[in-house]
């Protein structure tokens, strides 16, 4: 259902275009690690997969699950609950990986939360925590590197601005695009593994951004 509406209304916030390595296969139980730097890019994310024809579950933070509806509709398509944090933060790795041997695509965002700027331009992935890189390694799935540009010109800064951004966007239509990599294994040990995921993202992204021609990106 997220990934049916995400498609179905981004049409009326912004105008995406998608484009693929030539190895790109989303291939059941992947893994699908993507940049994070708005609050619209998960609808973005989920738009651009389903129209290449794959319905991720996602891994998206706790409180969601707490709001009206949207919880409920959350639980009952299987999406991942991450708790930061406590007793409870190895239940998200854990419904990962059941998730994946059941074939299904899982969607990680690896850098773990948003970037505090509060211009609406580019820049490349941060540091990467150390998720994705034990879930690779416990159940030795592929991972596809998944670069998003454009969703910070739908929200980004403080509330008020990402509000006003949200109304507007429908006016403005903003340009976004999606590239998804080349699905890759994560053979690097320790540290390594984390920073072998993140530079296959940030080439992923570095390709999306230069295709709006955001500055960052075409410096690179």
Known sequence: MLSRLADVLMPAVGR???TTDPGTEL???SIIAANHT????PAVVLAALHRLGARPVVM???GLWRVPLLGRALAREGHIPVHRGGLRAADALDGAAEALERGHLVLIYAEGGLPHRADAAEAAPGAF???LSRLARRTGAPVVPVGQAGSRRIVSGSTAK???GLFTAPLRRPHLHVHV???IELTAEGAARTEQARTAVTAAWRTAAARLG???ALAA
Do not use: K, V, W
């Open 129 to 131: 925590r150390s998720g």
């Open 214 to 216: 955001e500055p960052a």
């Open 38 to 41: 708005s609050l619209a890019d």
């Open 16 to 18: 995406l275009t998608i």
């Open 27 to 29: 291939a059941p139980g």
């Open 162 to 164: 990402q509000l006003a």
């Open 181 to 183: 990599g080349e699905p």
């Open 60 to 62: 998206a933070a706790a």
